[in-house]
């Protein structure tokens, strides 16, 4: 066959498919994402990631792991220290990280505080980890009273601003979030800094579409970087583009939601004719997994499949579908937090071998080392590329 041109690369956000061997390090024992909402809710009905091998990966009650899969799959495991969205991103861009994020379980000390609130020249509410919908409705009145912005985290290594924009407007928002990010430097470097504005009146508040991410730069170069400069582009869906700080992206579109991201992928597919489609689906993650929604996850998962088809008749000779996550989020596990999981990998394209089974790979960054193999980038050495093996005689 022709070589692959174009790699269309999809992360279901938090979609993991079972505890890693060191789960036990983060508490994570006997997470597993999607065995375990499948088992609460009877079973999944998911038939075109069925198609893809989805079931051939784990057991997954309600998917047949008997069909002939249409494409490649297999399963990864985390080499990075973390289970964050960022560090999970940058591994699958080839990027590993040795020491995690710093995270804030009792809010963030008084030296962050005290530079933060002289910088933009009020005090604050909140300081403390919380669900940014719940938050707003516990403080938001007294925000609106006192002009005080609204400061939490999460079990993420994240430092949150919410505002509602008529008190604070946005810019004025994007510009605390900035000077937030030059204190949060050295021991106290947060993955992200994220601005949270919403709008409406107390019992009634809603989070607009305004957020916006201020990231850590990748302190190397990454995949996405390496296509870049071979003048390919990288198309980002979603908050990629602020994972990577902007680093190495051509082109990035924000989105309001899942079908959001993936009709954004479908247009980028249609404009594009070599290169990376790069897109996050962050609802699976930050509406159902954190706050505990077994039935949500299960129809937004059963909503991404039936998008499937249109993707897959999007996609042109060349083309090849990665669908994977970037940690795990088991929304029948204790807590709040993001859970230590291996990660699905599903591969399809018309060239990649039927019912290929890829294993269990070593690291995330074996995708970003099939991407560079993929456009014949010689000096990238993270990661093992699967490029060969896919290819159907």
Not at 108 to 132: C, H, T, W, Y
Request: hydrophobic share 35%; proline share 5%.
């Amino acid at each position: 066959m022709k070589k692959f041109k174009r790699v269309i690369l999809i992360v279901m956000d938090s979609v993991g498919i079972g505890e890693l061997p060191d789960a036990e390090y983060y508490g994570d024992q006997g997470a597993a994402t999607l065995q375990n909402i499948a088992a609460e809710i009877g079973g999944l009905e998911l038939p075109n990631l069925e198609k893809l091998g989805l079931g051939k990966i784990e057991p997954i009650k309600g998917l047949d792991s008997e069909l002939e899969a249409e494409g490649a799959y297999g399963k990864a495991a985390e080499k990075s220290k973390g289970k964050d969205t960022t560090t999970g991103h940058w591994e699958i861009a080839g990027l590993i990280s040795e020491k995690p994020f710093p995270t804030y379980p009792d809010g963030f000390p008084a030296e962050v505080m005290d530079q933060f609130q002289k910088a933009i020249g009020r005090e604050s509410l909140g300081n403390r980890p919380a669900s940014g919908t719940v938050i707003i409705e516990e403080l938001g009145q007294k925000h609106m009273e006192t002009g005080k912005p609204i400061v939490y985290t999460s079990a993420d290594s994240v430092f949150q601003i919410a505002a509602h924009e008529d008190v604070i407007p946005v810019k004025e928002l994007y510009d605390y979030c900035q000077k937030a990010r030059k204190i949060l430097r050295g021991e106290h470097a947060a993955a992200r800094v994220i601005a949270r504005p919403f709008e409406g009146k107390p019992g009634s508040f809603e989070r607009t579409e305004r957020r916006k991410d201020f990231s850590l730069t990748p302190p190397e170069p990454t995949v996405l970087n390496y296509l870049k400069d071979e003048g390919l582009e990288v198309n980002a869906v979603g908050k990629i583009t602020y994972i990577f700080n902007h680093s190495g992206i051509s082109n990035s579109i924000t989105t309001s939601n899942n079908m959001d991201g993936i009709d954004k992928t479908i247009e980028y597919i249609g404009q594009t004719e070599k290169g990376l489609i790069f897109t996050n689906l962050v609802d699976f993650d930050q509406n159902y997994g954190h706050r505990r929604n077994v039935e949500g996850y299960a129809e937004a998962l059963k909503n991404f499949d039936q998008r499937i088809p249109e993707i897959k008749a999007a996609m042109k000779e060349g083309d090849l579908l990665i669908i994977t996550a970037d940690h795990g989020c088991d929304p029948t596990h204790q807590g709040t937090d993001h859970t230590r999981e291996y990660i699905p990998l599903l591969v399809y394209g018309k060239g990649v071998k039927h019912d290929l089974n890829l294993g269990i790979r070593d690291s995330f960054s074996d995708i970003a080392a099939t991407i560079a193999d993929i456009f014949e980038i010689d000096n990238f050495k993270t990661g093992e590329s699967f490029k060969t093996d896919l290819i159907r005689d």
